[in-house]
T-cell receptor, first 117, second 117 residues
Framework: AQTVTQSQPEMSVQEAETVTLSCTYDTSESDYYLFWYKQPPSRQMILVIRQEAYKQQNATENRFSVNFQKAAKSFSLKISDSQLGDAAMYFCAYRSEGGGGADGLTFGKGTHLIIQP | NAGVMQNPRHLVRRRGQEARLRCSPMKGHSHVYWYRQLPEEGLKFMVYLQKENIIDESGMPKERFSAEFPKEGPSILRIQQVVRGDSAAYFC???????????????FGPGTRLTVT
């Protein structure tokens, strides 16, 4: 079974600065997807960014980018120019690519991101 | 274009009662996933359904929990004889694609917060 580990229960950053959230995972599969989800106080799960394991290029979405290290099984999220609206819980998630019904996401325990004004 | 809808948003049940949680997927989506989030935890996969079929229920507790996704109407997560440990947020997600789709994403609803007194 796959596991996802987020080793930082809480991170704090000054507004406009850059912060990196770490995520490692364990799998024996070669094809899979990785995701970062944001959960603000409203508790709505919002997809931030997605990475396909077969792609070497790191995904980028505006101020959000990832550092995907497949050999190290590491998938960190970098948030540039942090804004107050970025304050939320951030969850790293894994999904198999192989189908066969194994489509449920495996989530880490989350990192609480605090933005200091 | 309405997103994934869940109701009720909040549900209070006494120990021993039944809880029924509903999820209407996004228009055109025929795949539904249920997740449970305990306090201070990430989401845990429970079950994956397609219309009239349970595809993967590896995350479902063996007793008291059941799920369905009928041909017509919303998906239902049913918890019989609830206990205090069932108190959690229950999230539904939907997807338009079969497993292995290259642009596969799960879109989450706002969740149902179940409180068992």
């Amino acid at each position: 079974a796959q596991t996802v580990t987020q080793s930082q229960p809480e991170m704090s950053v000054q507004e406009a600065e850059t912060v990196t959230l770490s995520c490692t995972y364990d799998t024996s599969e070669s094809d899979y997807y990785l995701f970062w989800y944001k959960q603000p106080p409203s508790r709505q799960m919002i997809l931030v960014i997605r990475q396909e394991a077969y792609k070497q290029q790191n995904a980028t979405e505006n101020r959000f980018s990832v550092n995907f290290q497949k050999a190290a099984k590491s998938f960190s999220l970098k948030i540039s120019d942090s804004q107050l609206g970025d304050a939320a819980m951030y969850f790293c998630a894994y999904r198999s690519e192989g189908g066969g019904g194994a489509d449920g996401l495996t989530f880490g325990k989350g990192t609480h991101l605090i933005i200091q004004p | 274009n309405a997103g994934v809808m869940q109701n009720p948003r909040h549900l209070v049940r006494r120990r021993g009662q039944e809880a029924r949680l509903r999820c209407s997927p996004m228009k055109g989506h025929s795949h539904v996933y249920w997740y449970r989030q305990l306090p201070e935890e990430g989401l845990k996969f429970m079950v994956y359904l397609q219309k009239e079929n349970i595809i993967d229920e590896s995350g479902m507790p063996k007793e008291r929990f059941s799920a369905e996704f009928p041909k017509e109407g919303p998906s239902i997560l049913r918890i019989q004889q609830v206990v205090r440990g069932d108190s959690a947020a229950y999230f539904c997600a939907s997807s338009p694609r079969l497993a292995g789709g290259s642009n596969y994403e799960q879109y989450f609803g706002p969740g149902t917060r179940l409180t068992v007194t």
